[in-house]
């Protein structure tokens, strides 16, 4: 049972519009969430992340939503630059001692120039 | 070195044949995790070690598959006895370790190890 879910394999924009990018989970006990992007051949690298207690976290272009009723975030870029073109995994971490991160299977997001 | 390296970046074997997959944490990271991506397939967990705690194996899908992690630091995971379905890029992620700096930490990935069974 997949505990945390990207529906969306693909997503295709134009430079410099807003790119969405969403993320369902359905286990409670998550109490941190984070995005990570991955680019070909590479590891994939931190993003940015929100902590349960709120429900926004900006940093520059990126900002995270969190709807906790919801069990739904969503990751905005904008604007959206070619360079940002790469598959974006959402991640989930549970409380207490666990370290663990549940991943989604991950969104591919092409910025077309 | 700066970041988490892996070795070897590709690694093609054949059905029933060991391999040993190798982890070089970012220096001073005292956790330590294993995970693989399959195709199609989001990250998934395999192992993680923290200090000289014993390490959570939940994760691993058989007994074929272990890992362990030498004077802290450098970490291998040998899979035996290799089935098709091992097929995937095997990652490894460290950080600076819970409570030493207080809060979340982020997890630094390694390129990963392309493993193909034939």
């Known amino acids: 049972d997949q505990q945390v879910k990207q529906n969306s394999p693909s997503l295709s924009v134009q430079e410099g519009r807003i790119s969405i990018l969403n993320c369902d989970y359905t286990n ?22 929100i902590s349960s207690i709120k429900d926004k976290n900006e940093d520059g272009r990126f900002t995270v939503f969190l709807n906790k009723s919801a069990k739904h975030l969503s990751l905005h870029i904008v604007p959206s630059q070619p360079g940002d073109s790469a598959v974006y995994f959402c991640a989930a971490r549970g409380q207490g001692g666990s370290e663990k991160l549940v991943f989604g299977k991950g969104t591919k997001l092409t910025v077309n120039p | 070195g700066a970041g988490v390296s892996q070795s070897p970046s590709n690694k093609v074997t054949e059905k029933g044949k060991d391999v040993e997959l190798r982890c070089d944490p970012i220096s001073g990271h005292t956790a330590l995790y294993w995970y693989r991506q399959s195709l199609g397939q989001g990250l998934e967990f395999l192992i993680y070690f923290q200090g000289n705690s014993a390490p959570d194996k939940s994760g691993l899908p058989s007994d074929r598959f272990s890992a362990e992690r030498t004077g802290g630091s450098v970490s291998t995971l040998t899979i035996q006895r290799t089935q098709q379905e091992d097929s995937a890029v095997y990652l490894c992620a460290s950080f600076l370790g819970r409570g030493l700096a207080g809060g979340r930490e982020t997890q630094y990935f390694g390129p990963g190890t392309r493993l193909l069974v034939l």
């Open chain 1, 28 to 49: 409670s006990m998550f109490d941190y969430f984070l995005w990570y992007k991955k680019y070909p051949a590479e590891g994939p690298t931190f993003l940015i992340s």
